[in-house]
């Protein structure tokens, strides 16, 4: 008796301490592109800029966690992320990549037209929404993101790029 009891608490034991597997994650515009894993972020534009964003083992664990949160684990493939309001051209401009082991769970279009008040998405357009949101509130509390994007925002009074 004492054995199988022994061989049950082991098994608990076992089965309480595996973490959740973790995500590598990038967030991408047509401003830059920044590779949470690697900490590299690279504005192509602008001389070909390559920063660097350091990330606390405390601020990879949030992320981790905000992916959980909000069900961004459970997304496979393609989701495009738009309004219900008709927009001839709609802006897809910030692309989330998830990546297990090296390989791409999902890839995440967000329109920047798109307003939660108006739109009436779904419960997942939401989470993904309210991930966008939390994320962002991670990313500017970090001195080397805020550097970078203090970067960016002097590159961006002299870019002479035409978009169409």
Same mark, same amino acid.
């Given at each position: ?7 049950? +608490? ?20 047509? #401003?830059? /592109? ?23 083992? &405390? ?5 981790? &966690? ?6 961004? %684990? ?17 802006? +897809? #401009? ?6 297990? /082991? #090296?390989?791409?769970?999902? @890839? ?26 939390? +994320?962002? /509130?991670?990313?500017?509390? #970090?001195?080397? +993101?805020?550097?970078?994007? %203090?970067?960016? @925002? ?11």
């Amino acid at each position: 008796m004492k054995k199988i009891l022994l061989i049950l +608490f082991t098994i608990l034991l076992l089965n309480c301490s595996k973490k959740a597997d973790t995500f590598d994650l990038s967030i991408s515009n047509h #401003n830059y /592109k920044l590779d949470i894993e690697t900490g590299e972020l690279n504005i192509d534009w602008y001389r070909n800029y390559k920063g660097q964003v350091q990330f606390s083992k &405390e601020e990879n664990e949030k992320i981790n &966690e905000l992916i959980y949160k909000y069900h961004l %684990d459970t997304l496979k493939g393609e989701k495009w992320v738009c309004g219900n309001e008709i927009l001839i051209m709609p802006n +897809f #401009n910030d692309v989330i990549t998830l990546k297990k /082991k #090296n390989s791409i769970t999902s @890839k995440i279009y967000i329109s920047t037209q798109v307003s939660l008040e108006k739109s009436k998405p779904n419960k997942t357009e939401i989470d993904i929404f309210n991930f966008k949101e939390e +994320f962002f /509130k991670i990313l500017n509390k #970090n001195g080397d +993101f805020k550097r970078n994007m %203090d970067t960016l @925002k002097i590159a961006k009074e002299n870019d002479k790029r035409l978009f169409l």
